[in-house]
């Protein structure tokens, strides 16, 4: 699925990695405007702290995967607790994409009434949820946050990969 050709050895050789907080820093100067000592990594406009090595961009979180594991990720890696930037090794695991959706927090921009799993229906507010690729109607509620309340609810039995 992800292919690199970044090897363990080369990564140790620039960089260390503290997987209790998640902190890349260079032990071996790679450019001008890299230092000994310095903290690795830049957040990307999507959230993501990236690291460049060897003129290739890297995911932080995808190194810190092959710094403990000795090997590239065979899937994608999922922020335990959502955080895109929280690179702590306990935060980090394998999953499908399937899986990586379902660890979702926030509502898609497009969502109107700021709750995942609700939309404004008449008077009311309803709650929904999609499992295997089918949607299921969780009810209609008084208030969006009871909406929210429900599809909570049924996103904790149904979506495991869920950490909400």
Known sequence: ?????????????????DPETGQFTWIKRTAKCVHVGQPAGNINKLGYSTIGIKKKIYKTHRLAW??????????L???????????????????DESGNSQNIRKPNKRNKSGFMGVIKYHKQWRASITV???????????????????????KRKNHAACTI
């Open 66 to 75: 092959l710094y403990m594991t000795g090997e590239w990720p065979k899937g």
């Open 77 to 95: 890696i999922d922020h335990v607790n959502g955080i895109k930037s929280d690179n702590r090794f306990a935060n980090l695991r394998v999953v």
């Open 132 to 154: 295997n690729g089918k949607t299921y109607w969780l009810g209609d509620f008084p208030t969006p946050e009871q909406a929210h309340e429900a599809y909570l609810e049924a």
């Open 1 to 17: 699925m992800f292919y690199c050709d970044l090897a363990v050895e080369e990564l140790k050789d620039v960089l260390h990695y």
